[in-house]
């Protein structure tokens, strides 16, 4: 048996559908079973990376322990190379089905077996979704580093598949707004009055919003405010001022009348009376 060691910053990346392939295969099957899978190092961020999970070989498994099987993994590795595949598998994975994940004596067979002259990086998953990972180097010395796993949800490929249908399957919608005929030859878009609030706004340097549409409210604000009542020729609407802060209310939908406004602003006025 390796002697386990904790190497700060060393790290195996799993890209979320590779992670997923893998814990799909654990809650599939109720006995330990494994498998391979390809990984690469990345130098400058010392990190293991996932590139490839096979599917499974066929085996015969049981409850207690994974056990290799080298004729089985022979021929795996012979049609790979057949298929034109440069560098066998580096990584191996098994389940430990509902225990928790370690390695045990027979895994540590198990990666002695798969002893290719460089390095060998193994996983035990179960199916709480507990993942343990190492990395064995064989050469020049036989030592085993545990391994800290991320995965990795932001895996390119998916990323790119996204941004694809977006582009493909979502346009932004655009609107055309229908003009109002006010029987006089003046055409105004629904939109006329919040357009206009705006254009008065940047002229005047006043701050101009619509008067609140309830009319309680509204009164309330009146009171409260003592607001000015004026008629404003270029909005065709009456306007309620408020001269302390330089705001104008504009009532474009005649909810106050001018009696309603005087009354409003009389001491023993209380609009919550208003029905």
Known sequence: M?????LEDLKLSIPLEFYQKLTAYVKACDNEIS?????VFDKEEKTFRVTKVYDLIKQEVGTGAVEIDEEGIAKF?????????EQLPRG?????????????????????????????????LNKDNDIFAVVQLFDPVVIRIKLEVAIAYDDEKIIAKAEKEVADKVTEKSYSHASVDYGNGDE?????HQEKLRS????????VVPLPKKKRKALRMIRELKLL???DDELK?????????????????GIISHEEWKVALMRDYDPSALQ
């Open 229 to 231: 009542r004026a008629w």
């Open 35 to 39: 498998g391979f899978f390809d990984v």
């Open 200 to 207: 008065l706004a940047e002229e005047k340097a006043q701050i």
């Open 237 to 253: 609407s009456l306007t309620y001022t408020d001269e302390s802060t330089n705001t104008v209310y504009i009532d474009y939908t």
């Open 92 to 124: 191996w994975w098994h389940s430990h089905n509902d225990m928790s994940t370690f390695l045990s004596v027979t895994d540590d067979t198990a990666i002695e077996k798969l002893d290719n002259g460089s390095y060998i990086v193994a996983i035990v």
């Open 188 to 192: 105004r878009s629904p939109h006329w």
């Open 77 to 85: 590795n012979a049609e790979l190379i057949k298929e034109g595949v």
């Open 2 to 6: 390796a002697e386990e060691k904790e």
